[in-house]
């Protein structure tokens, strides 16, 4: 499995913009890049993901590299309900198991 | 809709007692996983499940057994409990039949104590 990394923790003022980094310079032209969410004492939950174009849902947006080995993950508005640990995480389109591989995350605090 | 359901939420054990942690899945999803998380750490993989009848091990199986005799249902069992089981599981469900990159659904965990 490729793998990623993120930083450990990034700090936010409620309503602002965030944007956080993941670095997967291994990433192979098949593998979709996906992010969840987990919120204190919750399961993960999922966020968006992504192969090679920017996209857009309602929860955020990701933005990726033109040579696909970083992507950025953007919350435009954030709120103290954001506040998470957020995943990096690179699956096949159809690979197998369609397992996750979890690393720690991005511990993000959202300051009121 | 109630998604992934697992029982009990907390549950503390002795060392050596077994339990089942329970899990169902009202979504049809014919993948299912375990993950179990330490303080601190992201989710590791224990055991996964590709259809009713069919399971495989994960990243960290040893000290857990799994079954999968319904779609529904993907019950894990810990035998011989040990303190090293202290952790918080997850299960977690999926879709293949949506076509790729379907995102995995998880419940809300079983925090675990072995005193």
């Known amino acids: 499995d490729a793998k990623t990394t993120q930083p450990n923790s990034m700090e936010s003022n409620e309503e602002e913009p965030v944007h956080l980094p993941c670095n997967h310079s291994?990433?192979?032209?098949?593998?979709?890049i996906h992010w969840y969410r987990q919120l204190p004492s919750q399961g993960p939950e999922y966020v968006i993901h992504g192969l090679t174009s920017n996209v857009n849902n309602r929860m955020a947006s990701l933005a990726i590299a033109e040579d696909r080995k970083s992507s950025t993950l953007i919350l435009h508005r954030a709120t103290l309900r954001d506040a998470a640990v957020y995943y990096c995480?690179?699956?096949?389109?159809?690979?197998?198991?369609?397992?996750?591989?979890f690393g720690k995350g991005t511990k993000l605090t959202v300051n009121p | 809709n109630a998604g992934v359901t697992q029982t009990p939420k907390f549950r503390i054990l002795k060392i050596g007692q077994s339990m089942t942690l329970q899990c169902t899945q009202d979504?049809?999803?014919?993948?299912m996983y375990w993950y179990r998380q330490d303080p601190g750490m992201g989710l590791k993989l224990i055991y996964y499940?590709?259809?009713?009848?069919?399971?495989d091990k994960g990243e960290v199986p040893n000290g857990y057994n799994v079954s999968r005799s319904t779609t529904e249902d993907f019950p894990l069992r810990l035998e011989l409990a040990a303190p090293s089981q202290t952790s918080v599981y997850f299960c977690a469900s999926i879709s293949r039949r949506g076509g790729s990159n379907q995102p995995q659904h998880f419940g809300d965990g079983t925090r675990l104590s072995i005193l």
């Open positions: 499940s590709v259809g009713a009848g069919i399971t």
């Open positions: 291994t990433i192979s032209g098949t593998d979709y």
């Open positions: 979504m049809n999803h014919n993948y």
């Open positions: 995480i690179l699956r096949l389109p159809q690979g197998g198991s369609e397992k996750l591989v």
